[in-house]
């Protein structure tokens, strides 16, 4: 997982490793609780967290605040996908 702040928003990387070199495929991950610090200046509130994957459709995903972390759960990664908080 790797965040970056990109001004007003915060996007979250996921990247799959479960690869299964037999059948050529990826290996899909699921119930991925996330625990992240917020960065300081940083105001989710109101913000809206989307999940966005090339094999999905796009998610929107609860999330809960507490002081400076926010906490969501990932239903599922397959390759990879962004967490974005608009």
């Known amino acids: 997982m790797r965040g970056s702040d990109k001004g007003s928003s915060i996007l979250i990387h996921f990247v799959d490793y479960n690869y299964n070199y037999t059948a050529h ?24 967290l989307r999940l966005v994957s090339p ?8 999330y809960a605040l ?11 990664i397959c ?7 608009e």
Do not use: C, H
Request: net charge negative.
């Open 25 to 48: 495929e990826f290996l899909p991950e699921w119930q991925i609780n996330v625990t992240i610090t917020i960065p300081a200046g940083m105001n989710l509130g109101g913000k809206t």
């Open 55 to 62: 094999d999905a459709d796009e998610r929107t995903l609860d």
């Open 66 to 76: 507490q002081g400076n972390k926010v906490t969501f759960t990932v239903p599922s």
């Open 79 to 85: 390759e990879y996908s962004v967490a974005v908080f």
